[in-house]
């Protein structure tokens, strides 16, 4: 892969070509995430979340999205459905994304950059670290009751 040929950026629009690569990361992520079409596009429209893409020449490889609210303590920030396309890893893809999202942070003056990962993703949580997350004493709970 040629570097010259790979960029990073916030999507503002999606093609029918951009929507198809999504729907193929997605199952890269997460074995139950479901392609929603209407939903992806609504996030181009949401003030509070940014699709942040890599190119390589026209073609999607990889995804991460900032989620960004304010709360009473400040603007804060969630990274999440961070991926590259499993035939371009290890190519430093991730790693470009990651920056842009700090950057986009930083621009927006938020107050804290957050992010959850499991356990088993021992090379993801390497990079998440090496680009200054840090591992917090915290406890991850999600509600498992009924929602929709």
């Known amino acids: 892969m040629a570097s010259d040929q790979l960029s990073i950026h916030v999507a503002d629009s999606l093609s029918d070509d951009d929507l198809s690569a999504i729907e193929r990361l ?3 992520l997460s074995s139950t995430a479901t392609f929603d079409r209407g939903r992806v596009e609504s996030m181009l429209d949401h003030d509070g979340t940014d699709l942040i893409v890599a190119r390589e020449g026209s073609r999607i490889v990889g995804m ?3 989620a960004s609210f304010p709360l009473p303590t400040g603007v804060r ?3 999440d459905d961070v991926v590259v396309d499993q035939e371009l890893r290890g190519h430093g893809i ?6 842009a999202v700090i950057e986009l942070a930083r621009e927006r003056d938020l107050r804290t950059l957050d992010l959850t990962s499991r356990p088993s993703r021992e090379s993801a949580i ?5 680009v200054g997350f840090q ?3 915290s406890m991850l709970m999600r509600y498992e009751g009924e929602l929709s």
């Not at 390497?126 to 090496?130: F, K």
Request: net charge positive.
């Open 26 to 28: 997605l199952p890269q």
């Open 64 to 66: 991460a999205t900032l």
């Open 77 to 79: 920030g969630h990274l």
């Open 94 to 99: 991730a790693r470009l994304l990651l920056e």
């Open 126 to 130: 390497r990079l998440y670290e090496s």
């Open 135 to 137: 591992r917090r004493d």
